[in-house]
Every structure is written in structure tokens, then in C-alpha cells.
């Protein structure tokens, strides 16, 4: 069974970074198509953040163009978002998210369960 585990979340001031990481692990991962990294603050809906296609192009909300990165390691399957000039708007759980086939199956959309991000002002 295919798992998208998130880490590297938690607290960080105004103005300070963080560095988000999802491996995805499990199963036999056949190919993994576009990531990428939402996130949900509390009484909201769910939102893109930025993805990255397997090529290496990437989309990102304009909420936080300029402040955040997103990169992928294909040969350790993970995905990484590196978060800069934080606002406390920020804060939200975010959610990895993969598009990954397994031998013989269809592309599958996977998600992790969340990390926690909380920037203070």
C-alpha cells in the first residue's frame, strides 16, 4: 500500500522558514507523476500551494510565489517545499499529494495525513 509521509512541520516566526518534506514509500511505486502541496487553515477550504510534474515544472499559488520552493528528489521519491518570509496567514495543516502508478494500475491520486505549520507574528 503506497504512503505519502509528511515531515518537517511546526512553529516558526514571522519572517523565518521552514522546510516541508513527503516521501512516498510502500507498495511498488511504478512511477510517480506530478506532487505537489496543499494546505487547509481552520474554517477553509483546502487550497493548492504548488506542485511540481515529474519533469521538474511547477505551478504555485500566488499567495506565496517568491517565498516558496518546490522540489523533488525522484530517485528518493519525496518532495520537498521550502517555505521562506513566513506570514502568520501561513498557518495551516499542508498536505503532500502524489499522482503515482503502480505496476499494472492507473495513475492513483495519493494524499498524506498533514503536517501542522503555526508561524507566530
Known amino acids: 500500500q503506497v504512503q505519502l509521509v509528511e515531515s518537517g512541520g511546526g512553529l516558526a516566526q514571522a519572517g523565518g522558514s521552514l522546510r516541508l518534506s513527503c516521501a512516498a514509500s510502500?507498495?511498488?511505486?511504478?512511477?510517480?507523476?506530478?506532487m505537489g502541496w496543499y494546505r487547509q487553515a481552520p474554517g477553509k477550504q483546502r487550497e493548492l500551494v504548488a506542485t511540481?510534474?515529474?519533469?521538474?515544472?511547477?505551478n504555485y499559488a500566488d499567495s506565496v510565489k517568491g517565498r516558496f520552493t518546490i522540489s523533488r528528489e525522484n530517485a528518493k521519491n519525496t518532495v520537498y517545499l521550502q517555505m521562506n518570509s513566513l506570514k502568520p496567514e501561513d498557518t495551516a495543516v499542508y498536505y503532500c499529494?502524489?499522482?503515482?502508478?503502480?505496476?499494472?494500475?492507473?495513475?492513483?491520486?495519493?494524499w498524506g495525513l498533514g503536517t501542522q505549520v503555526t508561524v507566530s507574528s
Open positions: 510502500g507498495g511498488s511505486i511504478f512511477r510517480i507523476n506530478a
Open positions: 499529494n502524489g499522482y503515482i502508478q503502480t505496476p499494472g494500475q492507473p495513475s492513483y491520486n495519493y
Open positions: 511540481i510534474r515529474s519533469g521538474g515544472s511547477t
